[in-house]
């Protein structure tokens, strides 16, 4: 689901208090998707996502501090709650950091779904002291082979040292972020969760996902699909048709 480096994207529309992009139009969406990106990512990765599923969803994408278009603003310095936009029926896919990040909804209002999960839930990762099981790694060098272990930016961009001196600052901290959160249990949530992962996926087992079905009381669903970390790129067109059905659109 990734946008390609270098490729020019649609005109952006910043809402929210900035946190927030849409890359397509849906005036007439009967559903929104709020998108959370993986550590070192950004609001970008969901293009495909927004242009895929408009008009009938509007995607809304997160975009961290710290990159892109507010890169002058300083990182996250730990995974906050996020307040969810008012409005339609709403759904929320992360993928891996972004499944950790938790969402409060104003005035107590739940969301309709509680889409994608691609991570460890946040009792399995605090069973074992880490959000991810790189935690944060030290020199530079540690940082790179992650990304490259994980296959979530393209390895040829990593020996451009430009590209280099972009991603590594929000890539170093949201590892920080990640290992530095403690999740505080809570209240099941009273939405349902619909957790997609790749069964070769080296930041987290079958069973450490399967554990996210103790932080809801609304159903719960492991859907277990071929590939590592990144595997939603792979399986794209399955995972865009299973949320349109469940936000009530129907894809042909």
């Known amino acids: 689901m990734a946008a390609k480096q270098g490729k020019a994207v649609a005109p952006v529309d910043h809402t929210e208090e900035n946190r927030f992009r849409r890359f ?19 609001a970008t ?3 495909p ?28 310095t730990s995974i906050d709650a996020l307040r969810a936009p008012d409005g339609r029926p709403l759904a929320l896919f992360g993928h891996s950091m972004g499944a950790m ?3 409060r909804p104003r005035g107590g209002r739940s969301g309709t779904a509680y889409r994608s999960r691609d991570c460890s839930s946040p009792g399995a990762a605090r069973r074992r002291g880490c959000g ?4 944060t790694p030290g020199p530079d060098e540690g940082v790179l082979a992650e990304l490259r272990r ?7 961009l990593l020996g451009d040292d430009d590209v280099v001196r972009m991603i590594l600052p929000a890539a170093r901290n949201d590892y920080r972020a990640v290992e530095t959160y403690r999740h505080v249990p ?10 997609f992962t790749g069964t070769e996926d080296p930041m987290a087992t079958l069973d450490e996902v399967a554990d996210w079905a103790g932080h809801t009381a609304g159903g719960f669903e492991l859907v277990p699909l071929d590939g590592g970390h990144f595997f939603l790129t792979r399986h794209q067109d399955a995972i865009l048709r299973r949320l349109a059905a469940d936000l009530g659109i129907v894809r042909v």
């Open 24 to 42: 397509a139009a849906s005036p007439g969406a009967r559903a929104r998707l709020v998108c959370l990106p993986h550590a070192g990512g950004s």
């Open 45 to 47: 990765f969901y293009f």
């Open 49 to 76: 996502v927004a242009k895929a599923l408009a008009p009938d969803v509007e995607v809304l994408a997160v975009e961290y501090p710290g990159r892109q278009d507010r890169r002058h603003e300083p990182f996250l």
């Open 101 to 103: 990040v938790p969402t």
């Open 132 to 135: 991810t099981r790189a935690c």
């Open 150 to 156: 994980l296959s979530g930016t393209e390895t040829g």
């Open 186 to 195: 809570g209240k099941p949530l009273a939405t349902p969760i619909v957790a």
